[in-house]
């Protein structure tokens, strides 16, 4: 069966970086992107952006853009989200998930357990 | 602000129909997928493309789409039906970046 296995709780100062893992199992990971997607504390959801598991290309939402950086390792079948110059607004539930699209469509089928990432001083 | 926009919040009677809209520029182009949330728990896709349901998911529930508006309807809605629901698609730039819409509250009454 598809997993999506997430890496643990963080708790980072602001100013710092993170760096969220997601393992992926029981598909074929270069045959599906990677999208990522948070939840700020009782707010609803953020796309933050998507990565071809295929060939690495990436789509960043604007408001993240030079802050966020989405890779692969197709040797593990593991997807990362770093996220630096944390600020407290990041306090967020992050997931990854796997996504489905194509040209008039995307659906996001398979969803990661979540991370929780704190920004605290 | 979001691209994609959904009342914040709506109610329905046990057993009766409710639909849930989502409204944008993007969805004239593109079909929405719908997600439904519980607390404490990851979303999980409850209807994508023209109109089509994972596998689990009841038959209770069904998307339909007219111009810039999608809708998720729930026939004889349930009390597990409660629950936070979103709309996702591409959003209108054209630069393939994806939008959820705010959200809607469910309260089944």
């Known amino acids: 069966q598809v997993q999506l296995v997430q890496s643990g709780a963080e708790v980072k100062k602001p100013g710092a970086s993170v760096k969220v893992s997601c393992k992926a199992s029981g598909y074929t990971f270069t045959s599906y992107g990677i999208s990522w997607v948070r939840q700020a504390p009782g707010q609803g959801l953020e796309w933050m952006g998507w990565i071809s598991a295929y060939n690495g290309n990436t789509n960043y939402a604007q408001k993240l853009q030079g802050r966020v950086t989405m890779t692969t390792d197709t040797s593990t079948s593991t997807a990362y989200m770093e996220l630096r110059s944390l600020r407290s607004d990041d306090t967020a539930v992050y997931y990854c998930?796997?996504?489905?699209?194509?040209?008039?469509?995307?659906?996001?089928?398979?969803w990661g357990q979540g991370t929780l990432v704190t920004v605290s001083s | 602000s979001s691209e994609l926009t959904q009342d914040p919040a709506v109610s329905v009677a046990l057993g009766q129909t409710v639909r849930i809209t989502c409204q944008g520029d993007?969805?004239?182009?593109?079909?929405a997928s719908w997600y439904q949330q519980k607390p404490g728990q990851a979303p999980v896709l409850v209807i994508y493309?023209?109109?089509n349901r994972p596998s689990g998911i009841p038959d209770r529930f069904s998307g339909s789409s007219s111009g810039n508006t999608a809708s998720l309807t729930i026939t004889g809605a349930q009390a597990e039906d409660e629950a936070d629901y979103y709309c996702n698609s591409r959003d209108s730039s054209g630069n393939h970046l994806r939008v959820f819409g705010g959200g809607t509250k469910l309260t089944v009454l």
């Open positions: 993007s969805l004239r182009s593109y079909y």
């Open positions: 998930a796997r996504e489905n699209s194509g040209s008039y469509h995307l659906e996001i089928d398979y």
């Open positions: 493309g023209k109109n």
